[in-house]
């Protein structure tokens, strides 16, 4: 800036004195306007450096952000692995401009010291927030895997219970039929007992008779006994041979 001061006022100086030749202010004018030039340029590069990183900080600030609200989820036990990704990649994207804006700062005509310093303190800020964004992911992941895990054993046990359930039921089925079975078998030595009695022989003789009315009544009451344990097994027809026989009984008495 203060070489193209110096031209400038070389300039007028000798446009004041009438004495410039041709070939002097040609070049001179030639240097002032390179200098120019080289100072437009480096206000559009450091407009454009400018720009990049407002939108590089803008980005930082949207990322910070999120990991804050992926803390919260992480402990409310919210968190997907996917919200972790997704800042992982816009973290790698942030990098990605923070080295272009650095080569771009290498390969400038002037070097911007105030850039070189705010790059590198975002470089190390990017760093931090990848790394925490790594062990919140890892967590995320390790939580996964419990609740995959727990979720499995629940599964397994749930199938063991929904078997030995089905077994239980098979088992249930079976003892009834097997009631079913016994309380018609005791039905029906029932009803053998009450034919018996009822086809007892009739006799002549009194003391005979006593013995037979004996035998008959003691055929009933058996028969009886079997009828009341059908009965409470559930038999639908014993009720009935029970209030016939109950009337037999009574006739004998």
């Known amino acids: 800036m203060k070489k193209s001061l110096f031209i400038a006022l070389a300039l007028v100086a000798m446009l004041s004195s009438c004495v410039v030749s ?53 402990e409310q036990g919210s968190a997907k692995v996917d919200q972790a990704a997704d800042i992982q990649e816009q973290i790698t994207i942030i990098k990605e401009k923070l080295d272009s804006l650095d080569a771009l700062q290498e390969k400038s005509k002037k070097t911007n010291a105030y850039l070189q310093k705010t790059i590198k303190n975002l470089k190390e800020v990017v760093a931090s927030q990848e790394e925490e964004i790594t062990n919140l ?39 009834k ?30 003391k005979n008779k006593q013995k037979m009315a004996n035998m008959r009544l003691s ?6 006994t079997n009828y009341k344990q059908a009965q409470s097994q559930g038999h639908s027809e014993a009720a009935a041979r029970i209030a016939a026989l109950e009337e037999k009984i009574a006739a004998l008495k």
């Open 22 to 74: 041709k070939k002097n202010y040609d070049s001179l004018m030639a240097d002032y306007t390179e200098l120019r030039e080289n100072h437009l340029g480096l206000q559009e590069e450091y407009a454009s450096q400018n720009e990049e990183l407002s939108d590089i900080l803008n980005s930082l600030a949207d990322v910070s952000g999120q990991t804050t609200s992926l803390k919260l989820n992480v």
């Open 137 to 175: 992911k890892a967590e995320i992941e390790a939580k996964d895997q419990t609740i995959q895990h727990q979720a499995a054993e629940i599964k397994e046990k749930s199938g063991k219970i929904e078997e030995q359930a089905a077994d239980i039921e098979a088992k249930n089925e079976e003892l």
């Open 177 to 206: 039929r097997l009631v079913a079975k016994q309380t018609q078998m005791i039905f029906n030595a029932g009803t053998v007992l009450e034919d018996i009695g009822d086809s007892a022989p009739e006799v002549s003789w009194k």
């Open 219 to 224: 055929l009933y009451n058996e028969a009886m």
